[in-house]
Protein backbone atom coordinates (compact mmCIF):
# COMPACT_ATOMS: atom_id res chain seq x y z
CA UNK A 1 0.00 0.00 0.00
CA UNK A 2 1.55 3.15 -1.18
CA UNK A 3 2.11 6.09 1.06
CA UNK A 4 1.50 9.57 0.90
CA UNK A 5 2.96 10.89 -2.18
CA UNK A 6 4.83 13.99 -3.16
CA UNK A 7 6.71 16.13 -5.98
CA UNK A 8 8.73 17.33 -6.68
CA UNK A 9 10.86 17.09 -3.69
CA UNK A 10 12.65 20.04 -3.72
CA UNK A 11 11.64 23.64 -5.61
CA UNK A 12 13.93 26.69 -6.73
CA UNK A 13 11.34 29.66 -7.83
CA UNK A 14 11.77 33.42 -7.93
CA UNK A 15 9.82 35.82 -6.54
CA UNK A 16 6.87 36.94 -8.30
CA UNK A 17 6.61 33.59 -10.22
CA UNK A 18 4.34 30.89 -9.40
CA UNK A 19 4.45 27.67 -8.09
CA UNK A 20 2.53 23.95 -8.39
CA UNK A 21 2.93 21.21 -6.04
CA UNK A 22 1.46 17.81 -6.08
CA UNK A 23 -0.09 15.18 -3.48
CA UNK A 24 -0.97 11.89 -4.11
CA UNK A 25 -3.27 10.66 -1.18
CA UNK A 26 -3.30 6.78 0.89
CA UNK A 27 -5.33 4.84 -1.23
CA UNK A 28 -8.90 5.11 -0.59
CA UNK A 29 -8.22 8.36 1.27
CA UNK A 30 -10.39 11.12 -0.17
CA UNK A 31 -9.60 13.84 2.05
CA UNK A 32 -6.45 16.14 1.34
CA UNK A 33 -4.81 19.16 3.47
CA UNK A 34 -2.19 21.05 3.10
CA UNK A 35 -0.02 22.43 5.47
CA UNK A 36 3.21 24.58 5.38
CA UNK A 37 5.91 24.85 7.56
CA UNK A 38 8.93 27.53 8.08
CA UNK A 39 12.14 26.29 9.12
CA UNK A 40 12.23 25.52 12.75
CA UNK A 41 8.40 26.19 13.26
CA UNK A 42 5.60 24.05 13.78
CA UNK A 43 2.94 22.60 10.53
CA UNK A 44 0.42 25.69 10.03
CA UNK A 45 -2.67 24.50 7.82
CA UNK A 46 -3.63 25.96 4.72
CA UNK A 47 -6.42 24.42 3.53
CA UNK A 48 -8.84 20.85 3.07
CA UNK A 49 -9.93 19.63 0.22
CA UNK A 50 -12.92 16.52 0.33
CA UNK A 51 -15.35 15.93 -2.86
CA UNK A 52 -12.96 18.21 -4.93
CA UNK A 53 -14.18 21.11 -2.87
CA UNK A 54 -12.17 23.46 -0.61
CA UNK A 55 -13.93 22.58 2.45
CA UNK A 56 -11.45 24.27 5.56
CA UNK A 57 -9.21 27.02 5.24
CA UNK A 58 -6.17 28.55 7.43
CA UNK A 59 -5.15 32.09 7.52
CA UNK A 60 -3.70 32.42 4.08
CA UNK A 61 -4.02 35.04 1.34
CA UNK A 62 -5.97 34.36 -1.71
CA UNK A 63 -2.37 33.66 -3.71
CA UNK A 64 -2.84 30.23 -1.82
CA UNK A 65 -5.28 28.26 -4.15
CA UNK A 66 -5.71 24.37 -4.62
CA UNK A 67 -7.55 22.12 -6.90
CA UNK A 68 -8.89 18.23 -5.73
CA UNK A 69 -9.03 16.20 -9.06
CA UNK A 70 -11.49 12.81 -8.82
CA UNK A 71 -9.13 10.27 -7.95
CA UNK A 72 -8.91 12.70 -5.05
CA UNK A 73 -5.08 13.71 -5.80
CA UNK A 74 -4.80 17.77 -4.95
CA UNK A 75 -2.32 20.58 -6.27
CA UNK A 76 -1.23 23.83 -4.65
CA UNK A 77 -1.05 26.55 -6.09
CA UNK A 78 0.71 29.82 -5.15
CA UNK A 79 0.94 32.82 -6.80
CA UNK A 80 3.14 35.88 -6.83
CA UNK A 81 5.18 34.16 -4.73
CA UNK A 82 7.19 36.22 -2.06
CA UNK A 83 10.62 34.95 0.04
CA UNK A 84 8.51 34.06 3.05
CA UNK A 85 6.74 31.35 1.05
CA UNK A 86 10.09 29.56 1.74
CA UNK A 87 9.18 26.45 3.21
CA UNK A 88 8.26 22.79 3.26
CA UNK A 89 4.99 22.10 1.92
CA UNK A 90 3.31 19.14 3.44
CA UNK A 91 0.02 17.03 2.32
CA UNK A 92 -1.76 14.89 4.68
CA UNK A 93 -3.82 12.12 3.51
CA UNK A 94 -7.43 11.58 5.91
CA UNK A 95 -9.25 8.40 5.39
CA UNK A 96 -12.61 10.44 5.84
CA UNK A 97 -13.96 13.73 6.16
CA UNK A 98 -14.61 13.26 9.82
CA UNK A 99 -11.95 11.45 10.55
CA UNK A 100 -8.80 12.26 12.05
CA UNK A 101 -5.68 10.89 11.26
CA UNK A 102 -3.72 12.58 9.22
CA UNK A 103 -1.01 10.52 7.39
CA UNK A 104 1.73 13.28 5.79
CA UNK A 105 3.62 13.08 2.50
CA UNK A 106 7.35 13.41 2.73
CA UNK A 107 6.83 17.14 1.49
CA UNK A 108 7.88 19.76 -0.99
CA UNK A 109 10.62 22.30 -0.16
CA UNK A 110 10.20 25.05 -1.85
CA UNK A 111 13.20 28.29 -1.62
CA UNK A 112 11.92 31.43 -3.24
CA UNK A 113 15.26 33.57 -4.02
CA UNK B 1 -8.64 30.43 20.22
CA UNK B 2 -6.78 27.24 20.16
CA UNK B 3 -2.99 26.97 21.16
CA UNK B 4 -0.43 24.37 21.48
CA UNK B 5 2.79 25.44 23.65
CA UNK B 6 6.04 23.18 23.27
CA UNK B 7 8.68 25.09 25.79
CA UNK B 8 11.49 23.12 25.29
CA UNK B 9 13.26 24.38 21.95
CA UNK B 10 15.79 21.52 22.24
CA UNK B 11 16.75 18.92 24.64
CA UNK B 12 19.93 16.15 24.51
CA UNK B 13 19.94 13.48 26.33
CA UNK B 14 22.87 10.38 26.32
CA UNK B 15 21.28 7.20 25.10
CA UNK B 16 19.42 5.11 27.65
CA UNK B 17 18.35 8.10 29.36
CA UNK B 18 14.84 8.77 29.78
CA UNK B 19 13.04 11.87 28.27
CA UNK B 20 10.09 13.75 28.94
CA UNK B 21 8.81 16.25 26.22
CA UNK B 22 6.31 18.80 27.37
CA UNK B 23 2.67 20.05 25.99
CA UNK B 24 0.68 22.39 27.10
CA UNK B 25 -2.83 23.16 25.09
CA UNK B 26 -5.13 25.48 24.52
CA UNK B 27 -8.93 25.23 23.76
CA UNK B 28 -12.50 26.44 24.50
CA UNK B 29 -13.90 23.32 23.38
CA UNK B 30 -14.95 20.44 25.63
CA UNK B 31 -14.36 17.71 22.97
CA UNK B 32 -10.98 17.67 21.07
CA UNK B 33 -8.32 15.47 20.60
CA UNK B 34 -4.65 15.73 21.11
CA UNK B 35 -1.85 14.45 18.92
CA UNK B 36 1.55 13.84 18.77
CA UNK B 37 4.10 13.30 15.38
CA UNK B 38 7.66 12.24 15.13
CA UNK B 39 9.24 14.49 12.61
CA UNK B 40 12.99 12.56 11.67
CA UNK B 41 15.60 14.53 9.26
CA UNK B 42 13.72 12.81 5.70
CA UNK B 43 11.01 15.79 7.31
CA UNK B 44 8.12 13.39 6.55
CA UNK B 45 5.64 13.46 9.57
CA UNK B 46 4.74 10.60 11.52
CA UNK B 47 1.93 9.84 13.62
CA UNK B 48 2.87 8.62 17.35
CA UNK B 49 -0.71 8.94 19.40
CA UNK B 50 -3.80 10.12 18.93
CA UNK B 51 -5.77 10.68 22.15
CA UNK B 52 -9.38 12.43 23.20
CA UNK B 53 -10.41 14.42 25.72
CA UNK B 54 -12.59 12.02 27.11
CA UNK B 55 -9.70 9.39 27.85
CA UNK B 56 -7.61 10.88 30.71
CA UNK B 57 -5.84 7.30 30.81
CA UNK B 58 -2.02 7.53 30.55
CA UNK B 59 -0.76 4.73 27.81
CA UNK B 60 2.45 3.35 26.89
CA UNK B 61 3.71 1.69 23.88
CA UNK B 62 6.61 0.35 24.02
CA UNK B 63 9.31 2.73 25.17
CA UNK B 64 7.01 5.47 24.67
CA UNK B 65 4.39 6.70 27.46
CA UNK B 66 2.20 9.42 27.70
CA UNK B 67 1.08 11.58 30.38
CA UNK B 68 -2.67 13.06 29.58
CA UNK B 69 -3.92 15.76 32.68
CA UNK B 70 -6.87 17.90 31.32
CA UNK B 71 -6.61 19.76 35.03
CA UNK B 72 -3.08 21.06 33.94
CA UNK B 73 -4.28 21.19 30.37
CA UNK B 74 -0.90 19.06 29.42
CA UNK B 75 -0.18 15.97 27.32
CA UNK B 76 3.51 14.97 28.00
CA UNK B 77 5.66 12.73 26.04
CA UNK B 78 8.42 10.34 27.57
CA UNK B 79 10.65 8.41 26.07
CA UNK B 80 12.21 5.67 28.34
CA UNK B 81 15.55 4.30 27.56
CA UNK B 82 16.00 6.66 24.67
CA UNK B 83 17.96 5.31 21.60
CA UNK B 84 19.90 7.16 19.02
CA UNK B 85 16.76 6.71 16.54
CA UNK B 86 14.69 8.81 18.90
CA UNK B 87 16.54 11.45 17.25
CA UNK B 88 14.32 13.73 15.45
CA UNK B 89 11.75 17.01 16.04
CA UNK B 90 8.70 15.85 17.82
CA UNK B 91 5.37 17.82 17.43
CA UNK B 92 2.43 18.06 19.71
CA UNK B 93 -1.31 18.76 17.78
CA UNK B 94 -4.01 19.75 19.03
CA UNK B 95 -7.85 19.56 16.90
CA UNK B 96 -11.10 20.57 17.85
CA UNK B 97 -14.19 19.01 16.20
CA UNK B 98 -16.64 20.71 17.71
CA UNK B 99 -16.33 23.28 15.08
CA UNK B 100 -16.65 20.94 12.33
CA UNK B 101 -13.35 21.05 11.02
CA UNK B 102 -10.34 18.35 11.35
CA UNK B 103 -7.06 20.68 10.68
CA UNK B 104 -4.94 19.73 13.44
CA UNK B 105 -2.66 23.00 15.27
CA UNK B 106 0.98 21.93 15.99
CA UNK B 107 3.32 23.54 18.65
CA UNK B 108 6.50 24.96 17.36
CA UNK B 109 8.05 21.16 18.21
CA UNK B 110 10.92 19.79 20.17
CA UNK B 111 14.34 18.95 18.69
CA UNK B 112 15.44 15.91 20.41
CA UNK B 113 19.09 14.93 19.99
CA UNK B 114 20.66 11.25 21.53
CA UNK B 115 24.15 11.32 21.94
CA UNK B 116 25.40 8.09 22.02
Known amino acids: DAGVTQSPTHLIKTRGQQVTLRCSPK?????VSWYQQALGQGPQFIFQ???????QRGNFPDRFSGHQFPNYSSELNVNALLLGDSALYLC????????????FGPGTRLTVT | AQKVTQAQTEISVVEKEDVTLDCVYE???????LFWYKQPPSGELVFLIRRNSFDEQNEISGRYSWNFQKSTSSFNFTITASQVVDSAVYFC?????????????FGTGTRLTVIP
Open chain 1, 49 to 55: YYEEEER
Open chain 1, 27 to 31: SGHDT
Open chain 2, 27 to 33: TRDTTYY
Open chain 2, 93 to 105: ALSEPQTGANNLF
Open chain 1, 92 to 103: ASIPGRGRYEQY
